[in-house]
């Protein structure tokens, strides 16, 4: 039964290689490259090929609102709040939620001093704790959570986010899924096997005691894998329905929904360069939903992102980076606290 687009965006897109018809998909350190066979209605099969995962693509997508030189977000995305963590020594730019792969969550934000009450500082977990209302004895409301995520960093609600750290730094454990998720598959994959050397002009023999292959030295003969395919499609689902189960209203979740499509756009008008030997991009120009309705242009998501945005300020505050300042710890056998002692004031706060 197809899926209504008032429940999902759904977008396929086929791709293919800018320069000739080989490519390198994700590899994985325990399997390699992830081939499977899918069945055919006739009872046959083809050979599949995840050419880039859902947590890659989904550091992909982030990556189209972020400015890696400048360590700001691009706009309109820096239009919302976010999370910045600064060096304490010298407040310069160490990370984000923007750029974290917990994104809230990481250890970095957790660990970080925030101006608190009355100019007092206060450790990230706990300031995070108190906006989400986290506290035992307590069920989680998520509702509340997500306007909380909504006034911290709105793409922690697109993206997801994982408070996965015990019971006692995070009440609840609260968790929200990804409402945008993709994926890259290679279906009719082949294997395409070639190789090189990697050859020592100076060293032509190694003795034992003067430095071998592992320091770099000799010549190396070397293997390589690559793939085509009879097709690539760079598969893209936005959960509207899960948008709408916040509970922010209309502007916030149009403005969601609008972040998530133009990180969609983004990714594509730029090209997906996903490795070295893996340079794709779209063979049509239109990108059409299951209904036959086209993908926006960048121009007009990033209006409707600064539309829904200057409707929905009270609820985002004024955009600007809640900034933290983390320092290195350096524990000592005479400063710390047993486990229970240090995690019951933690929970206590």
């Given at each position: 039964m197809p899926i209504s687009v008032e429940h999902r965006l759904l977008y396929e897109v086929p791709l293919g290689p800018v320069q000739g018809g080989?490519?390198?998909?994700?590899?994985?350190?325990?399997?390699?490259?992830?081939?499977?066979?899918?069945?055919?209605?006739?009872?046959?099969?083809?050979?599949?090929?995840?050419?880039?995962?859902?947590?890659?693509?989904?550091?992909?997508?982030?990556?189209?609102?972020?400015?890696?030189?400048?360590?700001?977000?691009?706009?309109?995305?820096?239009?919302?709040?976010?999370?910045?963590?600064?060096?304490?020594?010298?407040?310069?730019?160490?990370?984000?939620?923007?750029?974290?792969?917990?994104?809230?969550?990481?250890?970095?934000?957790?660990?970080?001093?925030?101006?608190?009450?009355?100019?007092?500082?206060?450790?990230?977990?706990?300031?995070?704790?108190?906006?989400?209302?986290?506290?035992?004895?307590?069920?989680i409301a998520p509702r509340a959570i997500a306007s909380a995520l909504l006034e911290l960093d709105p793409l922690?609600?697109?993206?997801?986010?994982?408070?996965?750290?015990?019971?006692?730094?995070?009440?609840?454990?609260?968790?929200?899924?990804?409402?945008?998720?993709?994926?890259?598959?290679?279906?009719?994959?082949?294997?395409?096997?070639?190789?090189?050397?990697?050859?020592?002009?100076?060293?032509?023999?190694?003795?034992?005691?003067?430095?071998?292959?592992?320091?770099?030295?000799?010549?190396?003969?070397?293997?390589?894998?690559?793939?085509?395919?009879?097709?690539?499609?760079?598969y893209f689902c936005l959960d509207r329905d899960q948008l709408r189960s916040y509970g922010l209203g209309p502007a916030a979740t149009g403005l969601l929904e609008a972040v998530a499509l133009l990180e969609v756009r983004r990714l594509l008008d730029g090209g997906l360069r996903l490795r070295t030997a893996c340079d794709l991009a779209p063979l049509d120009g239109a990108v059409l939903d299951q209904s036959g309705a086209a993908l926006p242009e960048a121009a007009e998501l990033t209006e409707r992102v600064l539309q829904a945005a200057r409707q929905c300020r009270g609820e985002l505050g004024d955009g600007m980076p809640l900034v933290g300042k983390w320092q290195p710890k350096k524990a000592t056998k005479s400063s710390r606290k047993p486990a229970d002692e240090d995690e019951g004031e933690e929970q206590g706060d």
């Amino acid at each position: 039964m197809p899926i209504s687009v008032e429940h999902r965006l759904l977008y396929e897109v086929p791709l293919g290689p800018v320069q000739g018809g080989r490519f390198q998909p994700t590899g994985f350190p325990d399997i390699g490259h992830a081939v499977f066979e899918r069945p055919l209605p006739d009872g046959g099969s083809e050979t599949v090929l995840l050419v880039e995962s859902a947590q890659s693509m989904a550091n992909r997508l982030e990556a189209t609102g972020w400015d890696e030189p400048a360590q700001r977000p691009l706009e309109p995305f820096g239009e919302l709040p976010w999370v910045e963590v600064v060096s304490a020594a010298d407040g310069s730019f160490l990370t984000s939620s923007r750029t974290e792969a917990h994104r809230l969550a990481s250890a970095f934000i957790k660990d970080a001093l925030f101006d608190g009450d009355e100019g007092k500082p206060i450790e990230g977990k706990k300031l995070v704790r108190r906006r989400l209302g986290l506290q035992d004895d307590r069920p989680i409301a998520p509702r509340a959570i997500a306007s909380a995520l909504l006034e911290l960093d709105p793409l922690c609600l697109v993206h997801g986010v994982f408070f996965a750290e015990g019971a006692k730094v995070w009440p609840g454990q609260p968790k929200v899924a990804r409402a945008l998720s993709a994926f890259v598959e290679a279906t009719g994959a082949r294997r395409a096997e070639s190789g090189g050397v990697k050859k020592d002009h100076v060293r032509h023999s190694l003795s034992e005691g003067e430095g071998g292959t592992s320091e770099g030295y000799g010549t190396v003969p070397f293997h390589r894998t690559e793939w085509t395919a009879r097709q690539v499609t760079a598969y893209f689902c936005l959960d509207r329905d899960q948008l709408r189960s916040y509970g922010l209203g209309p502007a916030a979740t149009g403005l969601l929904e609008a972040v998530a499509l133009l990180e969609v756009r983004r990714l594509l008008d730029g090209g997906l360069r996903l490795r070295t030997a893996c340079d794709l991009a779209p063979l049509d120009g239109a990108v059409l939903d299951q209904s036959g309705a086209a993908l926006p242009e960048a121009a007009e998501l990033t209006e409707r992102v600064l539309q829904a945005a200057r409707q929905c300020r009270g609820e985002l505050g004024d955009g600007m980076p809640l900034v933290g300042k983390w320092q290195p710890k350096k524990a000592t056998k005479s400063s710390r606290k047993p486990a229970d002692e240090d995690e019951g004031e933690e929970q206590g706060d």
